[in-house]
Protein backbone atom coordinates (compact mmCIF):
# COMPACT_ATOMS: atom_id res chain seq x y z
CA UNK A 1 0.00 0.00 0.00
CA UNK A 2 1.32 3.63 -0.68
CA UNK A 3 2.71 5.81 2.33
CA UNK A 4 -0.20 7.87 2.27
CA UNK A 5 -3.23 5.34 2.18
CA UNK A 6 -1.22 4.14 5.34
CA UNK A 7 -1.48 7.40 6.98
CA UNK A 8 -4.78 8.02 6.04
CA UNK A 9 -5.87 4.34 7.34
CA UNK A 10 -4.48 5.80 11.39
CA UNK A 11 -7.62 6.10 13.33
CA UNK A 12 -8.73 9.09 14.84
CA UNK A 13 -7.31 9.86 18.29
CA UNK A 14 -11.49 10.24 19.68
CA UNK A 15 -12.64 7.61 17.72
CA UNK A 16 -10.09 5.28 19.36
CA UNK A 17 -10.41 7.27 22.79
CA UNK A 18 -14.22 5.96 22.94
CA UNK A 19 -13.15 2.35 22.47
CA UNK A 20 -10.48 2.76 25.40
CA UNK A 21 -12.77 4.50 27.65
CA UNK A 22 -14.94 1.23 27.36
CA UNK A 23 -12.34 -0.80 28.68
CA UNK A 24 -12.75 -2.16 32.05
CA UNK A 25 -9.21 -2.63 32.60
CA UNK A 26 -8.89 1.29 31.99
CA UNK A 27 -10.31 1.93 35.89
CA UNK A 28 -6.85 0.75 36.45
CA UNK A 29 -5.15 3.37 35.11
CA UNK A 30 -4.98 7.27 35.45
CA UNK A 31 -6.76 8.12 32.69
CA UNK A 32 -4.27 11.38 31.25
CA UNK A 33 -1.93 8.05 31.61
CA UNK A 34 -3.84 6.39 29.09
CA UNK A 35 -4.15 9.29 26.68
CA UNK A 36 -0.77 10.28 27.12
CA UNK A 37 0.09 6.68 25.88
CA UNK A 38 -2.51 6.69 22.71
CA UNK A 39 -1.11 9.78 21.41
CA UNK A 40 2.31 7.84 21.76
CA UNK A 41 1.23 4.79 20.13
CA UNK A 42 -0.96 7.13 16.95
CA UNK A 43 2.70 8.97 16.85
CA UNK A 44 4.67 6.22 16.38
CA UNK A 45 2.88 4.72 13.63
CA UNK A 46 2.75 7.58 12.11
CA UNK A 47 6.60 7.94 12.57
CA UNK A 48 7.07 3.77 11.61
CA UNK A 49 5.31 4.87 8.18
CA UNK A 50 7.21 7.54 7.15
CA UNK A 51 10.40 5.68 8.19
CA UNK A 52 9.94 2.97 7.43
CA UNK A 53 9.09 0.71 4.14
CA UNK A 54 5.52 1.20 3.50
CA UNK A 55 5.54 -2.04 1.39
CA UNK A 56 6.49 -4.09 4.73
CA UNK A 57 4.51 -2.22 7.11
CA UNK A 58 2.20 -4.59 9.05
CA UNK A 59 -1.44 -2.99 8.54
CA UNK A 60 -2.84 -5.38 11.57
CA UNK A 61 -1.08 -2.28 13.63
CA UNK A 62 -3.69 0.37 12.19
CA UNK A 63 -6.67 -2.17 13.39
CA UNK A 64 -8.37 -0.55 16.23
CA UNK A 65 -8.49 -3.64 18.61
CA UNK A 66 -4.36 -3.53 17.80
CA UNK A 67 -4.17 -0.17 19.37
CA UNK A 68 -6.03 -0.44 22.22
CA UNK A 69 -4.32 -3.09 22.88
CA UNK A 70 -1.11 -1.60 22.59
CA UNK A 71 -2.22 1.23 24.40
CA UNK A 72 -3.66 -0.89 27.59
CA UNK A 73 -0.38 -3.32 27.72
CA UNK A 74 1.87 0.16 27.63
CA UNK A 75 -0.18 1.63 30.63
CA UNK A 76 0.08 -1.51 32.18
CA UNK A 77 3.63 -1.41 31.72
CA UNK A 78 4.17 1.64 32.62
CA UNK A 79 2.31 0.95 36.13
CA UNK A 80 4.54 -1.94 36.89
CA UNK A 81 7.96 -2.00 38.22
CA UNK A 82 10.47 -2.26 35.43
CA UNK A 83 13.12 -3.43 38.28
CA UNK A 84 11.51 -6.86 39.49
CA UNK A 85 12.90 -10.05 41.19
CA UNK A 86 14.16 -12.15 39.00
CA UNK A 87 14.92 -16.37 40.29
CA UNK A 88 18.47 -17.27 39.46
CA UNK A 89 18.60 -20.75 38.05
CA UNK A 90 21.98 -20.18 36.45
CA UNK A 91 24.71 -21.18 39.53
CA UNK A 92 26.01 -17.90 39.01
CA UNK A 93 26.18 -16.58 42.82
CA UNK A 94 27.56 -13.04 41.90
CA UNK A 95 25.93 -12.86 38.92
CA UNK A 96 26.55 -8.95 37.94
CA UNK A 97 23.48 -9.22 35.79
CA UNK A 98 20.73 -10.11 38.38
CA UNK A 99 22.12 -7.66 40.53
CA UNK A 100 25.30 -9.81 42.48
CA UNK A 101 25.24 -10.29 45.95
CA UNK A 102 21.21 -11.33 47.48
CA UNK A 103 20.96 -10.13 50.76
CA UNK A 104 19.85 -12.29 53.91
CA UNK A 105 16.81 -11.54 56.20
CA UNK A 106 18.91 -9.78 58.39
CA UNK A 107 18.69 -6.14 56.28
CA UNK A 108 14.72 -6.81 56.43
CA UNK A 109 14.27 -4.63 59.45
CA UNK A 110 16.57 -2.34 59.07
CA UNK A 111 16.54 -1.60 55.79
CA UNK A 112 13.05 -0.59 56.32
CA UNK A 113 13.12 1.24 59.56
CA UNK A 114 15.85 3.86 57.90
CA UNK A 115 14.19 3.71 54.61
CA UNK A 116 10.83 4.97 56.02
CA UNK A 117 11.81 7.79 58.40
CA UNK A 118 14.67 9.82 59.41
CA UNK A 119 17.99 8.48 60.76
CA UNK A 120 21.28 9.83 62.45
CA UNK A 121 22.75 9.90 58.56
CA UNK A 122 24.21 12.58 59.71
CA UNK A 123 24.31 13.88 63.21
CA UNK A 124 26.32 12.70 66.08
CA UNK A 125 23.50 11.68 68.56
CA UNK A 126 25.61 11.90 71.75
CA UNK A 127 26.85 15.75 71.17
CA UNK A 128 23.71 16.60 68.76
CA UNK A 129 25.86 18.50 66.41
CA UNK A 130 26.44 17.32 62.50
CA UNK A 131 28.17 14.03 62.42
CA UNK A 132 29.63 12.00 59.46
CA UNK A 133 27.64 9.44 57.30
CA UNK A 134 30.89 7.52 57.21
CA UNK A 135 30.61 7.07 61.02
CA UNK A 136 28.80 4.43 61.38
CA UNK A 137 30.14 1.51 60.43
CA UNK A 138 34.11 2.74 60.49
CA UNK A 139 34.24 0.99 63.91
CA UNK A 140 33.13 -2.08 62.64
CA UNK A 141 35.44 -1.74 59.90
CA UNK A 142 38.41 -1.02 61.87
CA UNK A 143 37.87 -4.19 64.04
CA UNK A 144 37.04 -6.58 60.92
CA UNK A 145 39.64 -5.12 58.45
CA UNK A 146 42.42 -4.18 61.01
CA UNK A 147 42.82 -0.90 59.46
CA UNK A 148 43.61 2.40 60.93
CA UNK A 149 40.83 4.15 58.99
CA UNK A 150 37.98 3.84 56.40
CA UNK A 151 35.71 5.39 54.15
CA UNK A 152 32.89 3.89 52.17
CA UNK A 153 31.92 5.02 48.66
CA UNK A 154 29.20 4.23 45.64
CA UNK A 155 31.16 1.38 44.36
CA UNK A 156 34.94 0.07 43.80
CA UNK A 157 35.42 1.62 40.43
CA UNK A 158 34.72 4.83 42.62
CA UNK A 159 37.02 3.95 45.08
CA UNK A 160 40.07 3.06 42.80
CA UNK A 161 39.17 6.31 40.79
CA UNK A 162 38.85 8.93 44.21
CA UNK A 163 41.90 6.81 45.52
CA UNK A 164 44.25 7.51 42.82
CA UNK A 165 42.50 11.43 42.27
CA UNK A 166 43.67 12.04 46.00
CA UNK A 167 46.82 10.65 45.98
CA UNK A 168 48.44 10.06 42.66
CA UNK A 169 47.17 13.33 40.47
CA UNK A 170 49.88 14.52 38.46
CA UNK A 171 52.38 11.97 39.59
CA UNK A 172 53.10 8.59 38.09
CA UNK A 173 51.92 5.29 39.07
CA UNK A 174 53.78 2.18 39.25
CA UNK A 175 51.85 -1.31 37.94
CA UNK A 176 52.65 -4.42 36.49
CA UNK A 177 51.89 -5.30 32.79
CA UNK A 178 50.10 -8.01 33.87
CA UNK A 179 47.52 -6.62 35.93
CA UNK A 180 46.37 -3.62 33.04
CA UNK A 181 42.68 -4.92 33.50
CA UNK A 182 39.62 -4.36 32.25
CA UNK A 183 36.73 -5.61 34.63
CA UNK A 184 33.69 -5.29 32.66
CA UNK A 185 31.59 -2.07 31.98
CA UNK A 186 34.29 0.12 30.85
CA UNK A 187 36.16 -0.20 33.85
CA UNK A 188 39.54 -0.45 32.38
CA UNK A 189 42.59 0.51 34.76
CA UNK A 190 44.93 2.46 31.97
CA UNK A 191 41.53 4.85 31.70
CA UNK A 192 40.81 5.08 35.02
CA UNK A 193 44.36 5.86 35.82
CA UNK A 194 44.91 8.49 33.02
CA UNK A 195 40.94 10.00 34.56
CA UNK A 196 42.36 10.61 37.87
CA UNK A 197 45.40 12.66 36.11
CA UNK A 198 48.04 10.39 37.43
CA UNK A 199 50.12 8.95 34.92
CA UNK A 200 50.58 5.21 34.43
CA UNK A 201 54.26 3.55 34.22
CA UNK A 202 53.79 -0.28 33.42
CA UNK A 203 56.33 -2.69 34.48
CA UNK A 204 57.43 -5.89 34.00
CA UNK A 205 56.01 -8.17 30.88
CA UNK A 206 51.95 -9.62 30.92
CA UNK A 207 53.48 -13.19 32.46
CA UNK A 208 56.28 -12.54 34.73
CA UNK A 209 56.98 -9.17 36.95
CA UNK A 210 59.92 -9.20 39.37
CA UNK A 211 60.08 -6.63 42.06
CA UNK A 212 63.03 -5.33 40.76
CA UNK A 213 60.92 -4.09 37.71
CA UNK A 214 59.51 -1.88 40.19
CA UNK A 215 62.76 -1.06 41.74
CA UNK A 216 64.36 -0.09 38.88
CA UNK A 217 60.75 2.03 37.49
CA UNK A 218 60.79 4.58 40.73
CA UNK A 219 61.68 8.29 39.97
CA UNK A 220 60.89 11.71 41.74
CA UNK A 221 57.97 11.72 39.99
CA UNK A 222 56.39 8.28 41.54
CA UNK A 223 53.69 8.97 43.50
CA UNK A 224 52.31 5.25 44.40
CA UNK A 225 52.79 1.79 43.86
CA UNK A 226 49.77 0.04 42.48
CA UNK A 227 48.69 -3.44 43.01
CA UNK A 228 45.42 -4.75 41.15
CA UNK A 229 43.95 -8.01 41.72
CA UNK A 230 43.17 -9.87 38.42
CA UNK A 231 39.86 -10.72 38.95
CA UNK A 232 38.25 -11.94 35.89
CA UNK A 233 41.38 -14.23 34.78
CA UNK A 234 43.96 -15.93 35.07
CA UNK A 235 47.72 -16.43 33.83
CA UNK A 236 49.18 -19.82 34.17
CA UNK A 237 52.39 -21.59 33.55
CA UNK A 238 55.20 -19.64 33.70
CA UNK A 239 54.27 -17.00 35.80
CA UNK A 240 55.56 -14.43 38.59
CA UNK A 241 54.37 -11.33 40.37
CA UNK A 242 56.16 -9.24 43.06
CA UNK A 243 54.09 -10.44 46.32
CA UNK A 244 52.68 -7.70 48.49
CA UNK A 245 55.03 -7.71 51.26
CA UNK A 246 57.94 -7.61 48.83
CA UNK A 247 56.12 -4.70 47.69
CA UNK A 248 55.05 -2.43 50.99
CA UNK A 249 58.72 -3.10 51.98
CA UNK A 250 59.79 -1.35 48.57
CA UNK A 251 57.12 1.51 49.19
CA UNK A 252 58.05 2.09 52.50
CA UNK A 253 61.75 2.44 51.81
CA UNK A 254 61.26 4.57 49.11
CA UNK A 255 58.34 7.04 50.91
CA UNK A 256 55.83 5.66 48.63
CA UNK A 257 52.15 4.61 49.47
CA UNK A 258 51.26 1.24 48.25
CA UNK A 259 47.40 1.01 47.08
CA UNK A 260 45.99 -2.75 46.73
CA UNK A 261 42.85 -3.14 44.58
CA UNK A 262 41.41 -6.06 46.15
CA UNK A 263 38.25 -6.22 43.82
CA UNK A 264 36.33 -8.48 45.77
CA UNK A 265 36.34 -7.99 49.31
CA UNK A 266 37.01 -11.19 50.51
CA UNK A 267 36.79 -11.35 54.53
CA UNK A 268 37.08 -14.92 55.47
CA UNK A 269 39.67 -17.34 53.91
CA UNK A 270 37.46 -20.01 52.18
CA UNK A 271 40.37 -22.61 51.78
CA UNK A 272 39.06 -24.67 53.75
CA UNK A 273 36.18 -25.01 51.28
CA UNK A 274 38.37 -25.80 48.60
CA UNK A 275 38.77 -22.60 47.48
CA UNK A 276 42.25 -21.51 45.97
CA UNK A 277 43.85 -19.21 47.96
CA UNK A 278 42.91 -15.35 47.56
CA UNK A 279 44.63 -12.43 49.94
CA UNK A 280 41.82 -11.59 52.44
CA UNK A 281 41.12 -7.78 53.06
CA UNK A 282 42.98 -8.61 56.84
CA UNK A 283 45.81 -10.25 55.18
CA UNK A 284 46.28 -7.29 52.92
CA UNK A 285 45.94 -4.59 55.76
CA UNK A 286 48.34 -6.79 57.77
CA UNK A 287 50.88 -7.32 55.14
CA UNK A 288 51.12 -3.45 55.73
CA UNK A 289 49.15 -2.33 52.30
CA UNK A 290 48.39 1.54 52.81
CA UNK A 291 45.13 1.92 51.15
CA UNK A 292 42.78 -1.46 50.45
CA UNK A 293 40.08 -0.93 48.11
CA UNK A 294 37.08 -3.64 47.57
CA UNK A 295 33.25 -4.24 46.85
CA UNK A 296 31.11 -4.12 48.79
CA UNK A 297 28.24 -6.45 46.79
CA UNK A 298 30.98 -9.19 45.65
CA UNK A 299 32.53 -12.17 47.82
CA UNK A 300 31.65 -9.68 51.11
CA UNK A 301 28.40 -10.51 50.13
CA UNK A 302 26.75 -7.26 50.70
CA UNK A 303 25.38 -4.07 48.76
CA UNK A 304 26.86 -2.42 45.96
CA UNK A 305 29.41 -0.27 47.96
CA UNK A 306 33.52 0.86 47.54
CA UNK A 307 35.16 0.15 50.52
CA UNK A 308 38.29 1.96 51.15
CA UNK A 309 40.59 1.00 54.05
CA UNK A 310 44.07 1.69 55.36
CA UNK A 311 46.11 4.32 56.99
CA UNK A 312 44.96 6.93 58.72
CA UNK A 313 46.88 9.83 56.91
CA UNK A 314 45.61 8.19 53.11
CA UNK A 315 42.24 8.10 54.27
CA UNK A 316 42.16 11.38 55.54
CA UNK A 317 43.70 12.86 52.49
CA UNK A 318 40.90 11.06 50.17
CA UNK A 319 37.91 12.31 52.80
CA UNK A 320 39.09 15.44 51.90
CA UNK A 321 38.94 15.37 48.31
CA UNK A 322 35.82 16.69 46.23
CA UNK A 323 35.26 13.37 44.34
CA UNK A 324 34.18 11.56 47.98
CA UNK A 325 30.94 13.87 47.95
CA UNK A 326 30.05 13.12 44.15
CA UNK A 327 30.69 9.37 44.82
CA UNK A 328 28.82 9.57 48.28
CA UNK A 329 26.93 6.59 49.43
CA UNK A 330 23.05 6.90 50.60
CA UNK A 331 21.18 5.65 53.42
CA UNK A 332 20.02 2.54 52.34
CA UNK A 333 23.60 1.43 51.62
CA UNK A 334 25.45 2.03 54.41
CA UNK A 335 22.54 0.25 56.51
CA UNK A 336 22.57 -2.76 54.37
CA UNK A 337 26.52 -2.84 54.12
CA UNK A 338 26.82 -2.57 58.57
CA UNK A 339 24.04 -5.06 58.95
CA UNK A 340 26.09 -7.36 56.76
CA UNK A 341 29.12 -6.58 58.19
CA UNK A 342 28.03 -6.94 61.77
CA UNK A 343 27.68 -10.87 60.61
CA UNK A 344 31.12 -10.96 59.90
CA UNK A 345 32.36 -10.84 63.75
CA UNK A 346 30.81 -14.28 64.09
CA UNK A 347 32.48 -15.95 60.85
CA UNK A 348 30.34 -19.49 61.59
CA UNK A 349 27.42 -17.14 61.46
CA UNK A 350 28.81 -14.77 58.40
CA UNK A 351 29.06 -18.01 56.65
CA UNK A 352 25.52 -19.23 56.94
CA UNK A 353 23.43 -16.21 56.91
CA UNK A 354 25.71 -14.21 54.28
CA UNK A 355 23.32 -16.22 51.01
CA UNK A 356 26.62 -15.47 48.41
CA UNK A 357 28.79 -17.70 51.24
CA UNK A 358 26.37 -19.92 51.82
CA UNK A 359 25.53 -20.75 48.57
CA UNK A 360 29.66 -20.66 47.66
CA UNK A 361 30.30 -23.37 50.01
CA UNK A 362 26.84 -25.70 49.97
CA UNK A 363 28.01 -29.20 49.46
CA UNK A 364 27.02 -31.33 46.98
CA UNK A 365 25.33 -33.84 48.81
CA UNK A 366 23.00 -31.02 50.63
CA UNK A 367 22.48 -29.48 47.09
CA UNK A 368 21.49 -33.17 45.72
CA UNK A 369 18.48 -33.35 48.63
CA UNK A 370 17.05 -30.24 47.51
CA UNK A 371 17.36 -31.12 43.89
CA UNK A 372 15.55 -34.35 44.23
CA UNK A 373 12.98 -32.34 47.01
CA UNK A 374 12.45 -29.66 43.74
CA UNK A 375 11.97 -32.44 41.52
CA UNK A 376 9.40 -34.27 43.78
CA UNK A 377 7.56 -30.76 43.88
CA UNK A 378 7.54 -30.72 40.12
CA UNK A 379 6.49 -34.29 39.51
CA UNK A 380 2.90 -34.03 39.47
CA UNK A 381 3.25 -30.47 37.14
CA UNK A 382 4.56 -33.18 34.88
CA UNK A 383 2.59 -35.64 34.91
CA UNK A 384 0.67 -34.60 31.67
CA UNK A 385 3.35 -33.17 29.85
CA UNK A 386 4.99 -35.71 27.04
CA UNK A 387 7.30 -33.20 25.60
CA UNK A 388 9.53 -33.07 28.86
CA UNK A 389 11.09 -35.22 30.60
CA UNK A 390 12.96 -34.43 34.47
CA UNK A 391 16.08 -35.39 35.92
CA UNK A 392 18.85 -34.05 38.73
CA UNK A 393 22.03 -34.52 37.02
CA UNK A 394 25.79 -32.81 38.26
CA UNK A 395 27.49 -30.26 36.54
CA UNK A 396 29.40 -26.98 37.70
CA UNK A 397 28.70 -23.45 38.87
CA UNK A 398 30.68 -20.55 39.31
CA UNK A 399 31.28 -18.00 41.65
CA UNK A 400 30.62 -14.84 39.61
CA UNK A 401 31.61 -11.25 39.74
CA UNK A 402 34.76 -11.36 38.34
CA UNK A 403 35.78 -14.05 41.28
CA UNK A 404 37.50 -17.27 41.21
CA UNK A 405 37.10 -16.91 37.52
CA UNK A 406 38.90 -20.73 37.35
CA UNK A 407 36.99 -22.41 39.86
CA UNK A 408 34.56 -24.75 39.00
CA UNK A 409 32.16 -25.79 42.21
CA UNK A 410 30.48 -29.40 41.95
CA UNK A 411 26.52 -28.84 41.73
CA UNK A 412 23.53 -30.55 41.42
CA UNK A 413 21.01 -29.20 38.50
CA UNK A 414 17.60 -30.23 37.57
CA UNK A 415 17.37 -30.76 33.87
CA UNK A 416 14.42 -30.76 31.71
CA UNK A 417 15.12 -32.77 28.21
CA UNK A 418 12.92 -32.86 25.02
CA UNK A 419 12.81 -31.59 21.86
CA UNK A 420 14.75 -28.91 21.03
CA UNK A 421 12.54 -26.69 20.21
CA UNK A 422 10.25 -27.45 23.47
CA UNK A 423 13.39 -26.53 25.40
CA UNK A 424 14.25 -23.25 23.47
CA UNK A 425 10.43 -22.52 23.89
CA UNK A 426 10.82 -23.15 27.61
CA UNK A 427 13.40 -21.28 28.50
CA UNK A 428 11.64 -17.63 26.94
CA UNK A 429 8.03 -18.86 28.42
CA UNK A 430 10.43 -19.03 32.04
CA UNK A 431 12.33 -15.86 31.40
CA UNK A 432 8.93 -13.76 30.74
CA UNK A 433 7.37 -15.75 33.22
CA UNK A 434 6.81 -13.53 37.00
CA UNK A 435 8.72 -13.32 38.65
CA UNK A 436 11.37 -14.35 35.99
CA UNK A 437 13.18 -17.79 36.17
CA UNK A 438 16.66 -17.63 34.57
CA UNK A 439 18.06 -20.86 33.19
CA UNK A 440 20.47 -22.14 30.71
CA UNK A 441 20.07 -24.53 28.17
CA UNK A 442 22.96 -27.25 27.53
CA UNK A 443 22.75 -29.89 25.09
CA UNK A 444 19.24 -29.99 24.38
CA UNK A 445 17.99 -29.75 28.22
CA UNK A 446 17.18 -26.65 30.07
CA UNK A 447 18.54 -26.49 33.56
CA UNK A 448 18.39 -24.94 36.90
CA UNK A 449 21.63 -24.84 39.19
CA UNK A 450 20.30 -25.37 42.91
CA UNK A 451 23.19 -23.30 43.97
CA UNK A 452 21.73 -19.95 43.47
CA UNK A 453 17.77 -21.15 43.86
CA UNK A 454 16.08 -20.38 47.56
CA UNK A 455 13.67 -22.89 48.61
CA UNK A 456 11.40 -20.01 49.17
CA UNK A 457 10.86 -19.56 45.31
CA UNK A 458 10.34 -23.65 44.69
CA UNK A 459 6.66 -23.12 45.03
CA UNK A 460 6.73 -20.25 42.43
CA UNK A 461 8.82 -22.55 39.91
CA UNK A 462 6.08 -25.46 40.58
CA UNK A 463 3.48 -22.63 39.48
CA UNK A 464 5.54 -22.20 36.73
CA UNK A 465 5.58 -25.07 35.38
CA UNK A 466 2.50 -26.06 35.87
CA UNK A 467 1.06 -23.25 33.69
CA UNK A 468 3.94 -24.02 30.98
CA UNK A 469 2.14 -27.51 30.91
CA UNK A 470 -1.20 -26.26 30.12
CA UNK A 471 0.06 -24.20 27.69
CA UNK A 472 1.67 -26.63 25.58
CA UNK A 473 -1.07 -28.63 26.01
CA UNK A 474 -3.09 -26.87 24.04
C1 LIG B 1 35.13 -5.69 40.45
C2 LIG B 1 36.38 -4.93 40.50
C3 LIG B 1 36.36 -3.54 40.43
C4 LIG B 1 35.10 -2.77 40.26
O1 LIG B 1 34.30 -2.89 41.40
P1 LIG B 1 32.76 -2.43 41.40
O2 LIG B 1 32.33 -2.56 42.81
O3 LIG B 1 32.07 -3.34 40.45
O4 LIG B 1 32.74 -1.02 40.93
C5 LIG B 1 37.56 -2.88 40.47
N1 LIG B 1 38.73 -3.55 40.60
C6 LIG B 1 38.78 -4.90 40.68
C7 LIG B 1 40.11 -5.58 40.81
C8 LIG B 1 37.60 -5.64 40.63
O5 LIG B 1 37.66 -6.98 40.72
Known sequence: MEQRDLLRKIPKMDDIWTKIEAKEELKEFNESMAKNELRDVLQNLRTDILQGHADTFNEMRLLDDSIVNEVLFQCQKLASMQLRKVINGTGVVLHTNLGRAPLGDYVKDALWDIAKGYSNLEMDLDTGKRGSRYSHMKELLLKLT???????VNNNAGAVLLTLSAITKGKEVIISRGELVEIGGSFRVPEVMEQSGATLVEVGATNKTHLRDYEKAITPETGALLK???SNFKIMGFTQEANMEELVKLAEKNDLPMINDLGSGLFLSLQPFGFPPEPTVQEAVAAGCDVVTFSGDK?????????IAGKKKWIQQIAKHPLTRALRVDKLTLCALEATLK????PEEALVKIPALRMMTEKPDALEVRAEQLIYMLKPALLN???LSLSVVTETSQVGGGAYPTVQLESRLIRFEGEPQAVTKLERFLRQHQPAIIGRIQDNGYMLDLRTLFEDDFETIVKAIEGWTKLSAV
Open 146 to 152: GAEDAIV
Open 228 to 230: VHQ
Open 299 to 307: LLGGAQAGI
Open 343 to 346: LYLN
Open 385 to 387: NKT
